[in-house]
């Protein structure tokens, strides 16, 4: 019995670590939506992080607005993608965390992973 507590603490702590580490590093961020009539118990997301997102994103945040990229030559830069739904980026829901929310808040610097 020990052996499988010590394996599912091993699992856990594994699976904390990654997360721990794909926020820092810009694999994911952390979204969360408060409480509201639609839905009174609010929650908070780890969904996969598009380009220009913040760490910290809810819906009362405001993106600066995407600057117009202009390549050279025959036209191979980077197109525009649109941004996917938070349904296909989800990868765990959370209950509401109100400091997540208040920090999506704050003006945050540029905080988009360096390509």
């Given amino acids: 019995m ?11 702590l594994a699976v904390l670590f990654w997360f721990a580490f794909a926020i820092w590093t810009g694999l994911y961020s ?3 939506i408060p409480p509201s009539r639609e839905d009174p118990d609010g929650s908070t997301l780890i969904v996969a992080r598009e380009e220009g997102e913040p760490m910290f994103n809810s819906p009362q945040y405001k993106p ?3 600057k117009a990229e202009q390549s050279g030559g025959i036209g191979f830069g980077s197109v525009s993608r649109p941004r996917r739904p938070l349904e296909q ?17 704050e003006a945050q610097p540029d905080e988009s992973p360096a390509h």
């Fill in 2 to 12: 020990k052996k499988v507590l010590a394996f599912l603490l091993i699992i856990t």
């Fill in 30 to 32: 952390i979204y969360t």
């Fill in 64 to 66: 600066p607005p995407r």
């Fill in 89 to 105: 980026r989800t990868i765990v829901e959370l209950p509401y965390i109100e400091w997540a929310h208040e920090k999506s808040l």
